[in-house]
């Protein structure tokens, strides 16, 4: 367990770093989605203050990373969790995929916001990728894809191929669809973000199939999906779609 005093010292050190008004945070709350409070950091403030360290830094990453854990899963505000990312992202090839792997799955239990979802993804598609991890992380996305939890169920999508061009290989196509077809209809905001943007890669990567996926699946997915999953796509293509979708209406 994080001692309080190291969360306390993150904590209290980005606090003293906002010069953010109380409106402009609440407006960044709001925009974020997080019932967390926010101190209005800037990305640049925040990577910096991870860069320059806490107390509790220890020339063994993982440990640092360990201590990382308490203070996101602890955290109170978003930034306090955000520096628990920010710190695995300066320094992931120092901390084991296998010790990535048993903490980070845990992680969704704290998100509820679309950025701590979006960063934790990034993380995960790592682990989903690599050859002592991939299974196992495999295994848990296809778990969260039925899950109540809609933050999970979002990861099971996101997480699949992050951004396609940052990855050396990729899922199949055939455990794409798998997860994104009982989803195609989720009630969920978010879980739609995530099938469009889900969508959107998988066509970056098989471009034909891809397509053919969509094009017959157009009756099943929604708008807000539709409009990220069609962004790569040729004009051809688009209005194509655009033209099957018009004629259901």
């Known amino acids: 367990m994080t001692p309080n005093k190291y969360i306390k010292e993150v904590e209290e050190t980005l606090s003293r770093l906002s010069t953010s008004t109380a409106a ?9 989605g997080t019932e967390f409070s926010v101190l209005g950091l800037s990305s640049q403030v925040q990577k910096q203050a991870c860069k320059t360290g806490f107390s509790f830094y220890h020339t063994d990453k993982e440990m640092t990373f ?15 969790k955000n520096q628990a990312f920010i710190f695995l992202d300066q320094n992931y090839r120092h901390v ?6 048993s903490v980070l799955p845990s992680w969704v239990k704290g998100v509820d916001n679309w950025a701590h979802s979006d960063y934790l993804s990034k993380f995960l598609s790592r682990l989903l990728e690599h050859p002592d991890t991939g299974s196992a992380m495999m295994k848990q996305l296809k778990a969260w894809n039925s899950s109540a939890n809609p933050w999970e169920r979002r990861q099971s999508l996101v997480s699949l191929y992050y951004y396609a061009r940052t990855k050396t290989n990729h899922v199949d196509f055939k455990t794409t669809t798998k997860l994104v ?41 929604s708008s807000v999906a539709f409009t990220a999953a069609i962004e790569k796509m040729s004009d051809k293509e688009k209005n194509h779609l655009k033209q099957l979708r018009r004629k259901r209406a």
């Open 66 to 80: 360990r201590t990382f854990d308490g203070i996101y899963r602890l955290g109170k505000t978003h930034e306090a």
């Open 96 to 101: 084991a995929a296998t010790t990535q792997m």
């Open 24 to 32: 402009e945070r609440e407006q960044i709350r709001r925009y974020i």
């Open 181 to 221: 077809s009982p989803l195609l209809e989720d009630k969920a905001y978010y879980v739609q973000k995530a099938v469009g943007w889900t969508l959107r890669e998988c066509y970056n990567v098989y471009k034909r199939e891809a397509f053919d996926f969509m094009e017959a699946q157009h009756r099943r997915i």
